[in-house]
């Protein structure tokens, strides 16, 4: 599967935005589909998470209650919707799939085998 990550940009403290990652390829509700996202000078760390046919979602805790996870399997999409941004939340996030996704490893970098290319969020003040 290839991945497609868009909708990032500039926003000021407070604002939204919405991130799209579009998957080509067969079966995408499948998939476990998650975002990471990676901050100047740190490693790429989680930050949300889908699970293929219907299962749960998981957030990472500071971005809980302000950004949101969903998926529409018909358009192969999953969306991130950020809210309440923070200029800590600035980083490139990327969208990242696996269809064989155990519960046990879902947070880490090295359970997904598709990465989408990246889309910049920055947050001022």
């Known amino acids: 599967v290839q991945l497609q990550a868009s909708g990032g940009g500039a926003v000021q403290v407070g604002g939204s935005l919405k991130l799209s990652c579009t998957a080509s390829?067969?079966?995408?509700?499948?998939?476990?589909v998650a975002w990471f996202r990676q901050a100047p000078g740190k490693e790429r760390e989680f930050v949300a998470v889908?699970?293929?046919?219907?299962?749960?979602?998981y957030y990472e805790d500071s971005v809980k209650g302000r950004f949101t996870i969903s998926r529409h399997n018909t358009e192969s999409t999953v969306y991130l919707q950020m809210d309440s941004l923070k200029p800590e939340d600035t980083a490139v996030y990327y969208c990242a799939a696996s269809s064989t996704m155990i519960l046990s490893n879902i947070r880490n970098r090295s359970g997904y085998a598709y990465w989408g290319q990246g889309t910049l969020v920055t947050v001022s003040s």
């Open positions: 390829g067969s079966a995408f509700r499948r998939y476990t």
């Open positions: 889908t699970r293929g046919n219907g299962g749960a979602i």
